[in-house]
């Protein structure tokens, strides 16, 4: 078995890095030659438990995108994020469930639940990969990321629930949404408490290949330990790599230049191997087709993966527009309160309830004063990232299942009440439908892509405005930071020496090239060393970095945006280090 899963990862990852280098979806290729390949007889056929797949791949694969994505879109978009990722997750199982029990009534409605569990949850791994190469503009982006990772804790809770059930346990519909509440809070808890004592250790240690080790370690323990105190493990890892992530520029730049090729090369290897063992399931779902029932699973198969592809787009367009009608109806009762006079007379009342408590109990009081929003910090609130009609064309498209419907459904044919036909079915369907959506709907996106003419010009014009506005800031904040040290290097270094702080300060500021130092000072003791040099560097370096995360909180600053600011920061703190490394030692 380790030989042969050496092999298997040896090939997928030759196949992704071939796609790779043509500028193919690597999914979508890995998938296609693994099916292929599975009739060779010499291509060992895979058998994974199901519950040890989804503890070995997901929690990775789910803290290296929660690192990525933009916490403060995340939360702009949490609302269409939602709607994706839990209620569209519980009416696709709900109607995937109800049309496999009138076409399979052996199933029975329990089983047929599960397997609509089974099937609910997109993968956006290929879904990702396919817009970020074709320039899908950000807001798509974000709730694609971020109903991939919200969905699968939905969909496995919906599945801990219908197996339950399965096996016997009688529970009440309030028993199932007490058991996603628990898994909700208990998950986040879990996954905050991890997050936050991760990103102490990535402050306090200077060891980057350390922290590296204890990032790839920890994503399991939260998962497990969310999982063991009945929580959700998926929500657990979620929150620690948006905590994580959010902190991250808060670290020393080593460990961000450690960690980023860490997680790419980690993400690879993971999908290249998830396609791959997708594919390779094939004869396994043909050796599940019984004789006597192979033309109705088939048929179920393709009903469930025709109702997949049409209750996502069904229920996107109705519910996109009941979000924006309410959103309205929010704005009209804001602004009607405002010119009532009500929105005043409630921010007074709060005013004074807080003055009350806090001279009932000093003790407990916030020292801070209260900051009242503005009017359009207010609107933002009230409203969510638009999108049109295109944007959710290309959502409603980028449904492709992946490796959780699969690990799942391997995982539900062991149940023990679950006869053997119904366990084949549920292997069957699931195999289907996430090859089914990986070919259909992953071949087809960028044609609809491209057709419907989705790109991020705006994304760009956008970020040109705030690219001009923070690094005006920058050049202020930078002017400001020189002028205090100059003034500390004529007192440390003398008057004499001020032509090396000038010309260096010109340097960094790009104005002009290093001046000729021939007017060095003649005292040694109290020349300028390399060292206070390269201290002026870092403090002009953070002064920057400071300025962008400050824009960033402020919500004036896209946070990709901000992250590739910060990585050509990092480049420029690296190299201060590369020539400080090489520099000859025995000059003064």
């Known amino acids: 078995m380790d030989a042969e899963l050496f092999y298997v990862l040896v090939g997928a990852i030759s196949v992704a890095a071939f796609a790779r280098w043509r500028g193919w979806p690597a999914p979508l290729l890995v998938t296609v030659v693994a099916l292929a390949a599975s009739f060779l007889p010499f291509v060992p056929e895979l058998e994974i438990d199901g519950h040890l797949l989804l503890n070995l791949v997901l929690p990775p694969l789910l803290y290296s995108a929660a690192l990525d994505v933009s916490f403060v879109g995340f939360k702009r978009s949490l609302p269409q994020i939602r709607r994706l990722g839990i209620w569209l997750v519980l009416i696709t199982a709900l109607v995937v469930g109800l049309v496999a029990w009138l076409i399979f009534p052996s199933l029975t409605l329990p089983g047929a639940l599960l397997l609509g569990a089974i099937v609910a949850p997109p993968d956006a791994v290929s879904a990702a990969a396919i817009g970020r190469k074709l320039g899908l503009p950000r807001r798509v982006m974000t709730v694609l990321s971020g109903e991939s990772m919200i969905n699968d804790a939905t969909s496995l809770t919906l599945y801990r629930v219908f197996a339950a059930i399965v096996a016997g346990a009688t529970l009440s519909v309030w028993d199932g949404v007490w058991q996603f509440v628990v898994a909700v809070v208990l998950g986040v808890a879990v996954g905050l408490v991890f997050g936050a004592l991760l990103h102490q250790l990535r402050v306090r240690l200077s060891d980057p290949v350390v922290i590296g080790t204890f990032g790839l370690l920890v994503p399991f323990g939260a998962y497990a330990i969310a999982e063991h105190l009945g929580g959700s493990g998926v929500l657990a890892v979620v929150a620690m790599g948006l905590y994580v992530g959010y902190n991250a520029p808060r670290t020393d730049y080593t460990t961000r230049q450690q960690e980023t090729p860490l997680w790419l090369s ?77 929105w005043e007379r409630r921010e007074r009342r709060d005013d004074e309830r807080r003055e009350r408590f806090a001279a009932k109990h000093p003790e407990r009081a916030v020292r801070r004063p209260r900051r009242r929003p503005t009017p359009d910090e207010i609107r933002a609130r009230l409203t969510e990232p638009a999108l049109t009609w295109k944007d959710n064309a290309v959502i409603s498209w980028a449904g492709m299942r992946g490796v959780v419907t699969l690990a799942t459904a391997l995982a539900a044919a062991d149940l023990a009440e679950l006869d053997a036909e119904a366990s084949h079915a549920i292997v069957v369907v699931a195999f289907v439908v996430t090859v089914g959506t990986l070919l259909l709907q992953g071949l087809t996106l960028p044609v609809l892509i491209r057709g419907l003419g989705v790109a991020s010009d705006v994304d760009e014009a956008q970020d040109a405005a705030e690219l001009a506005a923070v690094r005006a800031r920058t050049r202020k904040a930078g002017a400001e930071f020189l002028d205090r040290k100059r003034t500390e290097w004529a007192g440390a270094h003398g008057e004499r020496d001020l032509s090396i702080f000038d010309a260096f300060a010109k340097r960094m500021t790009k104005v002009e090239k290093e001046t000729d130092r021939a007017q060095e000072a003649e005292d040694a003791a109290a020349r300028p060393t390399y060292e206070d040099l390269v201290a002026l560097s870092r403090g002009w370096l953070q002064v920057r970095r400071e300025i962008l995360l400050e824009e960033r909180d402020a919500g004036n600053l896209d946070e990709e945006l901000m992250r590739e600011l910060i990585t050509a920061m990092d480049a420029e703190e690296l190299a201060l280090d590369t020539r400080g490394a090489t520099r000859p030692q025995s000059r003064a």
Do not use: N, T
């Open 266 to 342: 980690a993400d690879f290897l993971l999908e290249s191997f998830v396609f791959a063992y997708i594919g390779l399931q094939l004869p396994r779902v043909i050796s599940d087709l019984g004789r006597e029932s192979v033309g109705e699973i088939l048929l179920l198969a393709g009903v469930v993966l025709v109702v997949v592809l049409l209750v996502r787009p069904a229920y996107i367009y109705p519910a996109h527009a009941w979000a924006v009608w309410m959103q309205h109806a929010r704005l009209r009762r804001w602004e009607k309160a405002v010119a009532s006079g009500e």
